[in-house]
C-alpha cells in the first residue's frame, strides 16, 4: 500500500477497530487494555512517519517532530483513539490517522517547516467511562480538575485508581500539559457525524464552531411496590416521572433550536411485576450559544420538579460535564479554507459542528480550527460510520495543505 495514502490511513482504521472490548462491536475506553493497545499501535505508526512517539502523563499517545531550533513553537494536528459503545471506525480515529500520515507527506517533500508539529492521539474524548468528556485533551490544556479524581466508573472504580491501574501517576497529571506560549494553534480533521456534506454534495468543509454542551445525570426517586396490588392513586412510579422528562427534553430543546438526548435510562428494580421506585437516566443537552444551551435546560429542570412534585417523587441533578461553545480562529480557519482551495474546491462549504471534539478543550490552550469530511448518511456513533476513499484522499490534501498555509502564515 502507498504510504500515507488514504488506502493506508482507512486500512489502519480497520486495524484500531480490531482493538475492542465488545465481542460484536467497537468499544474502547479509557484507562482500559484496548487502549494501552490502541496507544502502542499508534505509536509505531507515529515512529514510522518520523515522529518521536511516547504516552503522556494522562494516557494521551503523542509524536513530536522537531522545529528548526529547540525554541520552535509546535503546531498540534490530531484528534481521539477512545469510542463510545457501539462505535464506526473513523470517529476521532481518522483525524488521529489522517495527522500522522501528514506529517509523513510533509516529510516526504522536504517541506521546512517555522515550527514543530506535535501529533496527539487523545486518550477520552467521549467519556464513555467516567461520564466527563474530553479529559485527555483537557490535560494538554491543563484544566485538568482535581475534582475529577473521585469520578468513578459503572463499576465503581475510581478515576484515580484506573490511573494507577493503567500505570500512570495522577501525581504528575500535569505533565502533560503544554505550555501556551510555545504553541502555534490546533488543527483537527474529522468526519461531520451529520448529513450536511453529503446532502450538499461536498466533501470537506470548514467548521465554523462547536457547539457548546452539557451533561447530566438525572434521577427520580419514588417508591417501588406490588405491579398488581398498589392502587394507581397510591403509587410513586418513578419510571412515569422519567418519562414526562423524556418527551419534555425534545418538546423543549426542539423548540428553542437546541439539541437534548437522553440515551441512558435504567429503571430500578428493573422486573416486569415492580413499579419502578427509582430510574436514572442521561441528558445530553447542546446548542449554538450556552445562553440558549442554559435556557433550555433551565426549562426541563422546571418541568422535572412539576412532574415530580405531581408524583410525589424526588428529582436529582448531577451535572457531570459542561463544555462552552467555541469559535474557530478566523486565520487557522483561512488555513483549513484555503487547504480544500487547494483540492479544486473554489468556495469550501462552512458548517457548525454539532458533535463535541478534543478542540472545545483546547481552546482553552490555543487557537484551533477544523476540517469536516463527509460521512456516509451522517451516521456516526454507530458501527456503519462510513467514508469514502477519494473524501479521504482530498481530506489529506487539503489537511497537508492547511498546514502549510499556517506555515506561510506563521512566516
Ligand atoms: C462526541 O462525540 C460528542 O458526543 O459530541
Ligand atoms: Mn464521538
Ligand atoms: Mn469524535
Redesign the pocket.
Known amino acids: 500500500m502507498t504510504p500515507f495514502s488514504a488506502g493506508e490511513v482507512l486500512a489502519r482504521c480497520d486495524v484500531l477497530a480490531t482493538i475492542t472490548a465488545a465481542t460484536d462491536g467497537i468499544e474502547r475506553s479509557y484507562l482500559t487494555p484496548e487502549h494501552a493497545r490502541a496507544n502502542w499501535t499508534v505509536g509505531e505508526w507515529m515512529d514510522e512517519a518520523g515522529l518521536t512517539a511516547w504516552q503522556d502523563a494522562a494516557g494521551n499517545q503523542r509524536g513530536s517532530l522537531k522545529g528548526p531550533s529547540p525554541e520552535a513553537p509546535v503546531l498540534i494536528l490530531g484528534s481521539h483513539l477512545d469510542t463510545?459503545p457501539g462505535a464506526g471506525r473513523y470517529?476521532g480515529i481518522l483525524g488521529t490517522l489522517m495527522a500522522i500520515a501528514v506529517v509523513g507527506r510533509l516529510r516526504a517533500r522536504g517541506a521546512a517547516l517555522p515550527f514543530g508539529i506535535e501529533v496527539i492521539g487523545f486518550a477520552d474524548?467521549?467519556g464513555t467511562r467516567f461520564g466527563r468528556?474530553l479529559l485527555g485533551s483537557c490535560a494538554v490544556a491543563g484544566t485538568w480538575q482535581e475534582s475529577w479524581w473521585s469520578l468513578r466508573d459503572p463499576h465503581g472504580v475510581t478515576l484515580r485508581d484506573a490511573f494507577v491501574a493503567f500505570g500512570l501517576d495522577p501525581e504528575r497529571v500535569g505533565d502533560a500539559a503544554l505550555d501556551p506560549s510555545r504553541v502555534v494553534g490546533y488543527l483537527e480533521a474529522h468526519i461531520e457525524?451529520g448529513p450536511l456534506l453529503q446532502d450538499a454534495g461536498r466533501a470537506l468543509g470548514v467548521v465554523e464552531g462547536i457547539m457548546g454542551?452539557r451533561r447530566f445525570e438525572l434521577e427520580m426517586i419514588g417508591e417501588a411496590g406490588h405491579a398488581g396490588g398498589m392502587p394507581y392513586g397510591r403509587r410513586r412510579d418513578a419510571l412515569l416521572g422519567a418519562s414526562e422528562v423524556v418527551g419534555a427534553v425534545e418538546e423543549l430543546a426542539r423548540g428553542a433550536g437546541a439539541i437534548g438526548t437522553v440515551g441512558r435510562l435504567r429503571a430500578f428494580p428493573g422486573a416486569m411485576n415492580v413499579i419502578p421506585g427509582r430510574v436514572e437516566f442521561s441528558l445530553?443537552l447542546r446548542a449554538e450559544t450556552d445562553q440558549l444551551r442554559d435556557q433550555v435546560w433551565d426549562e426541563i429542570e422546571e418541568t422535572a420538579l412539576k412532574a415530580a412534585a405531581a408524583r410525589n417523587l424526588a428529582f436529582e441533578v448531577s451535572e457531570l460535564h459542561a463544555a462552552r461553545a467555541t469559535a474557530v480562529a478566523p486565520t487557522l480557519a483561512s488555513a483549513v479554507e484555503a487547504g480544500i482551495r487547494a483540492t479544486g474546491d473554489p468556495a469550501p462549504m462552512r458548517l457548525m459542528s454539532k458533535?463535541?471534539?478534543d478542540a472545545m478543550a483546547i481552546a482553552d490552550l490555543c487557537d484551533y480550527a477544523m476540517l469536516f469530511i463527509r460521512c456516509k448518511d451522517g451516521i456516526s456513533?454507530h458501527r456503519d460510520e462510513d467514508v469514502r476513499a477519494d473524501d479521504v484522499e482530498l481530506a489529506l490534501d487539503a489537511f497537508e495543505a492547511a498546514v502549510l498555509a499556517v506555515a506561510d502564515a506563521h512566516g
Open positions: 463510545v470517529d474524548e467521549e468528556t457525524q454542551a445530553d458533535a463535541g471534539h456513533h
